[in-house]
């Protein structure tokens, strides 16, 4: 960080400040980009006037129709944007699917970037707590045998960037091997315990292109599949304009 402050010449406090998502002027943001080696673009647009409908967060709603599609063709039960209360706290479940055979539940907790990491840390520990217990009553059921939670980042150097700056935090909010995901993925949920795990997702990938990397495959060096959000979102309209 202090390298790129002194290629933008700017202040350590002004990079933290620009990564952690905060405003900054045009000319700092200029700065960082001419540093990094990035091309800086610009859209001046009206708020007043109507924008093309899509959805208010594109990125996020392309890794849940991916994962929902996944789930569906191993013929689970479905459900996207879940909501449920557990007391005074509610919330939403951004995909969920569940097996009543053993009985199984997998909750999958998507994430484009992590400008407020213990915000997201909070929500995602939360739904671990609450989330099980309601969907079983939901369901008129005793309780879930297995429940899988999966935090789902988008696979790109912007995330990357996140994982590998703070390692042992997200070790700590996502202990557990992606294998339990794999089983889900394959057909065969788990029949008993309870699994939190971080993968990274592509949404844009494609025939046998592999859309998932875990954690430690995330940390150990992996290449991004896209710089960060804008990116990722600018392919999703093309590949919908083409």
């Known amino acids: 960080m202090r390298q790129l402050a002194e290629r933008a010449r700017v202040s350590p406090a002004t990079v933290n400040a620009v990564e952690s998502g905060q405003r900054a002027s045009l000319d700092v943001y200029a700065r960082v980009a001419t540093a990094l080696g990035l091309s800086l673009h610009m859209a001046i647009t009206d708020g007043r006037r109507r924008q093309e409908r899509e959805p208010a967060d594109l990125v996020h709603a392309a890794m849940g129709e991916l994962e929902a599609s996944l789930l569906a063709a191993n013929g689970y039960v479905v459900a996207v944007d879940h909501p449920y209360q557990h007391y005074q706290f509610a919330g939403r479940a951004d995909v969920m699917a569940w097996s009543t055979d053993q009985p ?83 057909g065969m949920p788990p029949t008993r315990g309870m699994t939190r795990t971080l993968v990274l997702l592509d949404p844009l990938a494609r025939g046998r292109r592999r859309p998932f990397i875990d954690l430690e ?23 919908r304009l083409a």
């Not at 990491?117 to 995602?124: M, S, T």
């Not at 495959?217 to 590949?239: D, F, K, Q, T």
């Open 217 to 239: 495959e995330a940390l150990a060096g992996a290449r991004p599949r896209v710089r960060g959000y804008a990116e990722a979102a600018a392919s999703l309209r093309a590949r």
């Open 104 to 186: 199984a539940l997998l909750h999958l907790e998507n994430r484009t970037r992590f400008p407020d990491l213990q915000g997201a840390a909070g929500a995602f520990n939360a739904k671990c707590q609450y989330l099980a217990p309601v969907v079983a009553r939901q369901l008129d059921l005793p309780r879930f045998a297995s429940q899988t939670h999966v935090m789902v980042a988008l696979w790109s150097a912007e995330v990357l960037h996140a994982l590998r700056l703070r390692p042992a935090t997200f070790r700590a909010l996502c202990p557990d091997p992606a294998a339990a995901l794999w089983q889900w993925l394959t």
